[in-house]
């Protein structure tokens, strides 16, 4: 898998979005209403409640409609909600047609639109329903990210730091000397951190597209906790989540010996920074989020496996007993 072509990060590119498209016989855009887009928008649909099969058929209904063919585009813009349904749905419609990913938040630039993976949200968790399929084009315009709110604008951060964790010391280094204009959104600033976080995912994409050697499993750094807080407390976004997540792991494998308390209050302190949770919300409990853990995706037969730290650029997959858990969630509350 080669994703470097199909990736394109440059500023203002949506306004030239028709003449980017793949060849196709039709293309139809799906989106949310609050971004004004040069296109007009066929579908709309945004945020987590849309990861549902009912939208899925919601969408396949109306393509139908829309007498597409096999050569039909659906392209995508929006947040990482949307993608991952869009995503769903093209790579089952017709057994596949072309996808275009447009990612309008952080979170989707850096981690949701890359890579290929969608999801829709099952009974027993998120993301249980889906596929492997790669978008044609991936097209990041960060000037979309000018009316991200800030709460969507901290969360997209969770990623960006999850890739600097995994990538090494400088990576983390960098970002705590540019958390100013990160915050500031000055645009060469973000437009390295987005560029830094995507070539972390690519790098794994590449090497591991369907996940069975273990190494873009190193993505879900922080993920095994923080999908079962999504999970269960909808008030909370993927990011902060996954913040909360990254804390946790951090603590495991420093209640394991794997990494020093300065590495874990290093890892705390840039969360912070960022203005991202490290404590669970209020009203769960860690017997909940246990259970829901139970079903993470990574888990074999019935044993929790979670991405623990041993130093900086380094995250191995490891069994953990589901007693030490509990004991490092209290720890967290
Ligand atoms: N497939 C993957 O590899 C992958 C990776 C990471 C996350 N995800 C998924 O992505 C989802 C989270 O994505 P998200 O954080 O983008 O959240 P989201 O898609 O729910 O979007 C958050 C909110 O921001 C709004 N919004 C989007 N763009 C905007 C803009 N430019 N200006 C103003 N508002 C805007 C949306 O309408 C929505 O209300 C989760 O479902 C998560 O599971 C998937």
Redesign the pocket.
Same mark, same amino acid.
């Given at each position: 898998v080669h994703l470097g072509a199909s990736i394109c990060l440059e500023r203002g590119s949506l306004a030239s979005i028709q003449d980017r498209l793949p060849a196709c016989s039709q293309a139809v855009y799906v989106g949310?209403t =609050?971004?004004t887009l040069p296109v007009r928008v066929h579908l709309q649909a945004?945020?987590?409640s849309c990861?549902t099969v009912q939208e899925a058929v919601r969408f396949w209904d109306e393509l139908d409609r829309m007498g597409c063919d096999r050569q039909a585009c659906l392209v995508a813009i929006? =947040? #990482?909600?949307?993608? /991952?349904l869009a =995503?769903f749905v093209a790579s089952t419609y017709l057994r596949g047609i072309s996808l275009v990913l447009v990612p309008?938040?952080l &979170?989707?630039m850096v /981690?949701?639109a890359?890579?290929g993976?969608? #999801?829709l949200n099952g009974l027993r968790g998120?993301?249980r329903i889906g596929t492997t399929y790669l978008p044609k084009l991936t097209l990041i315009d960060p000037t979309?990210?000018t009316? &991200?709110?800030d709460r969507?604008w901290t969360? =997209?951060f969770a990623?960006v730091i999850k890739c600097a964790v995994l990538t090494g010391e400088e990576s983390i280094g960098w970002l705590e000397s540019h958390c100013e204009q990160l915050q500031l959104r000055e645009p060469a600033a973000v437009d390295r951190a987005i560029e830094g976080a995507i070539a972390t995912k690519v790098m794994r994409v590449e090497a591991d597209l369907l996940d069975r050697t273990g190494y873009r499993a190193q993505l879900n750094f922080g993920h095994t906790l923080g999908h079962a807080i999504e999970s269960l407390d909808r008030s909370v976004?993927? #990011?902060e989540a996954v913040a909360i997540g990254m804390n946790f792991e951090a603590r495991l494998a420093y209640s394991l010996g794997m990494v020093s308390s300065s590495w874990c209050e290093r890892l705390d302190r840039l969360l912070q920074a960022f203005h991202l949770p490290i404590q669970l919300p209020a009203g769960l409990e860690p017997e909940q989020l246990l259970a829901k853990m139970m079903f993470d995706k990574k888990n074999s037969s019935n044993q929790l496996r979670l991405l623990l730290p041993s130093q900086w650029g380094t995250v191995e997959l490891l069994p953990v007993e589901p007693a030490q858990l509990l004991q490092t969630m209290k720890l967290m509350i």
């Open positions: 949310n =609050g971004i945004s945020g987590e990861k929006g =947040g #990482g909600a949307l993608c /991952d =995503g309008t938040t &979170l989707a /981690d949701a890359i890579g993976k969608n #999801g998120k993301n979309l990210l009316t &991200l709110p969507q969360s =997209g990623e976004t993927h #990011g």
